[in-house]
């Protein structure tokens, strides 16, 4: 069979169990950090401190040559390290200590290391070399739209409007200059006479984005514009972490502490960023010629990888990937676990207040004897945290998990400016979809209301009233229930997630259920003893409002996924408020398909996907559970659904 990418930014115990040498490598770094802890017993809350605060962005530098040297001793009693060879490109990373972690403990992505001393490639003139930690892209669809020979810089080059006059640009531009990630030139002539080739402009973004109170300004190289992302291959596919995994690790890692009376007391997050994530890797010295840009009549080359390009956050993935698989196997796959999400690492740890911050102190140890800045007046520790766009808070029986509420009023306004316009430009069109699919892979009742969204988005650029625009009549429907759903108030923008029910504990109930294109039915079983039934034809004011005829076969899938919400709505008493293992039964792939994942397609399934959305998001628990059973063996609800066709007979 197939050998699956081994990937390294989420779900880390499976990564780990494919890597038992690693994960034995670092089980000896682990218990050589637990001694140097015991030695110098203020360590763990030496390093602790440094949580929060705004004045470094790694630890004291005595703690860290501690830490530094614990990890390099024992790395030396597993495998003498081979001759350093140092690199031509500066990078704040311990390179040699790196590397030498990463051959002593056989880990299979040597490429990340080869970057740092050489330069990372952007896919454009070098390749980005597979190592089985991604999906790769069919080579036949991931070909490069133009040859990097035929770019070229536009004729009468500008930036975008106000870009030049914006203080916080030239605030960011001048810190990158400072800190080494950039070169600044006075001509184009000058950059070319060091590149050795002519150098290609992109314009500069800037992207503002209000955060905790304050305006942040993100500098982005718009390589599109200029079409280098044309001539730049994607050759991976980045496998990036959601909410749920945080939720199946917490879970997996809770099962030994189960009978514990209160969950909350033993488990705990830590967030703490890398600083400057795509400047930590420098870009290829062949490709530099790309990523260049025109500022105040002076030419600025960066040394880095830059946001905006299209290979940077690839070779960046595999890089936080490499570091992702080496501190999950210090830290030990029953006692921790890590996932990053970009530049956003999040630890759960569970065990007692000592374990988990020995395991915090343990990570940041680590992280800052390899040299990697941090994001440290950002990090947090605690029981409750904020992670991307979701918010964890342990319970006493599990885990919830909301979405922030500035990313939903975000999504809010814009549905609701959206809805006072007869046009949308596509680019905020997309940006409201990125927003609501964000929160939809989390709160699963938000996936009806995107369909449209994204077709009106793939629908050609004639369509619309004017280039790169659509008419507001397109996703008018779709808006107006996404808005609906994001005022309410008593609706559950989040979930809770139960260890007895991770676990198989609990009541169990069962709904099993058919259609016909006569009517519904359905039986509720409880514990293994069926308690109820319905069954009910279908009415006129249902046929006409869901654009089905009564007996037409055409029908069924409309029907199936009206059965879903009929036995939702008539059972909600049952499973809408307490806890229990929901199961669907249905011999509908496509009603099963709905219950679980809210995925539908055509009009009247997806009128009857969006009120099932509307009713679980007012409920505090969900189906868990959908089993699919043949049709000859659902002979109940197939006859309760076919009790009002015409040629029904009891038998």
């Not at 990463?102 to 080869?114: L, M, T």
């Not at 930690?133 to 009468?156: H, N, Q």
């Not at 609701?416 to 680019?427: D, G």
């Not at 699963?444 to 009233?465: D, I, Q, V, W």
Request: with cysteine; proline share 5%; net charge negative.
């Amino acid at each position: 069979s197939e050998v699956q990418p081994l990937g390294g930014l989420r779900l880390m115990g499976p990564v780990m169990s494919r890597l038992s040498y690693e994960g034995q490598v670092g089980a000896k770094i682990h218990v050589a950090i637990r001694n140097l802890f015991q030695e110098h017993p203020t360590m763990v809350e030496d390093i602790l401190a440094h949580v929060g605060r705004t004045d470094c962005t790694s630890l004291h530098p005595g703690l860290t040559e501690l830490a530094r040297k614990t990890i390099r001793d024992t790395l030396t009693e597993v495998m003498t390290p081979n001759p350093f060879l140092p690199g031509t490109e500066n990078t704040p990373v311990d390179v040699e200590l790196l590397e030498h972690w990463r051959d002593a403990s056989k880990d299979p992505d040597s490429e990340p290391v080869r970057w740092l001393k050489e330069g990372a490639p952007a896919g454009i003139t070098q390749p980005i070399v597979d190592k089985g930690i991604f999906p790769l892209y069919d080579p036949e669809l991931d070909v490069a739209e133009c040859a990097p020979e035929d770019l070229m810089t536009e004729p009468g080059f500008v930036n975008y409007a106000g870009v030049e006059q914006d203080d916080d640009v030239d605030k960011e531009l001048n810190r990158s200059l400072d800190a080494g990630y950039a070169l600044s030139f006075p001509s184009t002539e000058d950059a070319e006479l060091y590149l050795g080739t002519p150098v290609i402009l992109s314009k500069i973004g800037a992207v503002k984005k209000l955060r905790n109170g304050k305006m942040e300004t993100r500098m982005v190289i718009d390589s599109k514009r200029s079409g280098v992302s044309k001539a730049t291959r994607k050759y991976e596919r980045t496998t990036l972490p959601r909410a749920l995994d945080v939720v199946s690790d917490t879970m997996s890692l809770l099962a030994p502490y189960q009978d514990r009376e209160n969950l909350a007391d033993w488990v705990e997050f830590m967030v703490a960023d890398y600083r400057d994530a795509f400047f930590i890797l420098p870009n290829h010295p062949e490709e530099r010629r790309f990523f260049a840009v025109q500022y105040r009549g002076k030419i600025i080359v960066f040394l880095r990888t830059t946001q905006g390009s299209r290979g940077a956050p690839l070779t960046w993935a595999r890089f936080a990937a490499l570091l992702g698989r080496l501190t999950q196997s210090v830290l030990g796959a029953s006692a921790a676990r890590i996932s990053t999400y970009v530049d956003d690492p999040v630890i759960v740890a569970v065990g007692t207040t000592l374990e988990r911050r020995t395991i915090f102190a343990m990570a940041l140890a680590m992280w800052s004897a390899l040299g990697l800045p941090l994001a440290l007046e950002k990090a947090q520790v605690g029981s409750t945290t904020t992670w991307t766009s979701a918010i964890f808070q342990p319970t006493k029986t599990g885990l919830d998990v909301s979405i922030k509420p500035s990313l939903v009023q975000e999504t809010l306004e814009m549905c609701t400016r959206f809805l006072s316009r007869n046009t949308i430009a596509k680019k905020e069109l997309r940006s409201c979809t990125g927003k609501a699919t964000h929160i939809a892979s989390l709160v699963h009742t938000m996936r009806p209301f995107l369909s449209e969204l994204y077709g009106a988005l793939g629908s050609a650029t004639k369509h619309g009233p004017v280039k790169a625009t659509v008419w507001t009549k397109q996703v008018r429907s779709a808006l107006i229930w996404l808005a609906a759903l994001l005022k309410q108030e008593e609706c559950q923008l989040r979930r809770s997630f139960e260890l007895s029910v991770y676990l198989g504990q609990g009541d169990h109930i069962v709904m099993c259920l058919d259609a016909s294109p006569w009517g519904l039915g359905g039986f509720l079983t409880e514990n293994g003893v069926i308690t109820s039934y319905f069954s009910t034809g279908l009415s006129d004011e249902e046929l006409q409002l869901l654009h089905v005829e009564r007996g037409d076969s055409a029908a069924q899938q409309v029907v199936e996924a009206l059965a879903v919400l009929v036995a939702l709505r008539t059972w909600a008493h049952r499973w809408s408020n307490q806890r229990a293992i929901i199961h669907f039964q249905s011999d509908s792939i496509s009603a099963l398909i709905i219950s679980q994942k809210l995925k539908t397609s055509g009009k009247g399934a997806g009128i009857v996907a969006r009120e099932i959305a509307l009713d679980v998001a007012h409920a505090i628990y969900a189906p868990h559970v959908a089993e699919h059973v043949p049709g000859d063996e659902n002979l109940v609800a197939d006859a309760l659904s076919r009790k009002f066709a015409p040629d029904f007979e009891y038998i």
